[in-house]
């Protein structure tokens, strides 16, 4: 099969590493923005997020309250904790004490050090994580609410190296430091979710599949090569499996069968290639391992409810807000049920 040169230079991008793929499709890219320190009595509440918000406790301990959660959570130093739902929460020394509103306390700081209370036996450093306006649901809307990882666990063994790196580069204003700041708030967040991964943790869709090894295999495989007519007993022999059994696996992971899912895979390489470039339809109909332009326009849109031409007008006209949920929906929806 020939492939387009453009396609040849994103075939290089992707990897058999499915997780890192979805990552680099959605674009995530994580910052830390600030953090402060306090000590005695105190409390604030912080606003909705916009974004995935990342905390960390680097010093002391502290209680996070989550609106909608039924009680307060007990940070340490060394917890780490994501937040992907918009909601607004609450950091104190005590569940009972009357909290000052973060936007009054952290307005004009700027770079500056921010204390509350009186004293210094509690740090804490925060950011946020950024995704693409249209691919970056597909990662999002398969997180659970909220994820706590305490220090103490074992998947948090590199946490604290990571942490304390973060601290110095933030305060040590150092030649690169932005940057460093920037790789190391990676990591972080890359290390939440293999974390995450790695527990018994609510986990829906593609990202419970993910973290299921009896069909990593085929996973690998698929996200290696999405143009090829894979077959099921492939897909299955690669993962010792029979037929039954893996398709059975798979799709309890997944929540649709194996070839839906490259199916679906394939659509949203499809969506990325039409918003981001002029390569005629035909040439990405190929690429992706369709017979002709006519059966790929046929299975974008029923996957997508749009030609690929109207989808590729639609990404390129306005990407109204409409337009952007549009993107994600259908792999999103398939995806993260259960």
């Known amino acids: 099969m020939l492939y387009s040169p453009v396609y040849l230079r994103n075939r290089t991008i992707m990897s058999a590493d499915p997780f890192s793929d979805i990552l680099k ?26 974004k995935i918000k990342f905390f960390a406790v680097v010093k002391g301990s502290c209680w996070v309250a989550i609106d909608g ?35 009054t306390v952290f307005s004009g700081a700027g770079r500056s050090a921010v204390r509350l209370g009186e004293g210094d036996d509690f740090a804490q450093i925060g950011g946020h994580v950024l995704l693409d306006p249209a691919s970056g649901r597909l990662l999002s809307d398969v997180l659970p609410p909220w994820i706590h990882v305490p220090a103490a666990s074992p998947q948090a063994t590199t946490f604290r190296w990571l942490l304390d790196q973060l601290v110095e580069e933030r305060a040590g204003d150092l030649p690169g430091a932005q940057l460093v700041s920037a790789q190391l708030s990676q990591l972080l967040f890359i290390q939440i979710l293999r974390a995450h991964l790695k527990t018994s943790g609510p986990m829906s869709g593609w990202l419970r599949a993910l973290g299921n ?28 499996m029979s037929r039954t059994t893996f398709a059975f696996h798979f799709r309890t ?3 649709v069968a194996p070839l839906t899912y490259l199916a679906e895979w394939r659509m949203r390489l499809a969506e990325r290639r039409l918003r981001e470039e002029n390569t005629p339809v035909a040439v990405v109909a190929q690429a992706l391992g369709y017979s002709s332009e006519s059966a790929f326009s ?12 109207a989808y590729r007008h639609a990404a390129g006209a306005a990407a109204s807000p409409a337009v952007v949920k549009d993107v994600a929906d259908a792999f999103v929806a398939d995806h993260s049920a259960d």
């Open 298 to 309: 046929h299975a974008f849109k029923r996957m997508t409810g749009r030609s690929p031409k």
């Open 213 to 240: 090894p009896r069909i990593a295999p085929a996973l690998r495989l698929m996200h290696d090569d999405p143009a090829r007519a894979w077959r099921l007993e492939e897909l299955a022999s690669a993962c010792a």
């Open 69 to 103: 959660e039924a009680e307060p959570i007990r940070f340490e130093s060394g917890d780490v904790g994501l937040l992907t739902a918009r909601r607004a929460f609450v950091l104190a020394s005590d569940p009972g004490v009357p909290p000052v509103d973060a936007m």
């Open 25 to 50: 499709f959605t674009n995530a890219e994580s910052l830390a923005t600030g953090g402060f320190t306090a000590g005695g009595t105190w409390a604030v509440r912080f606003p909705v997020p916009e």
């Open 253 to 255: 992971s997944a929540g």
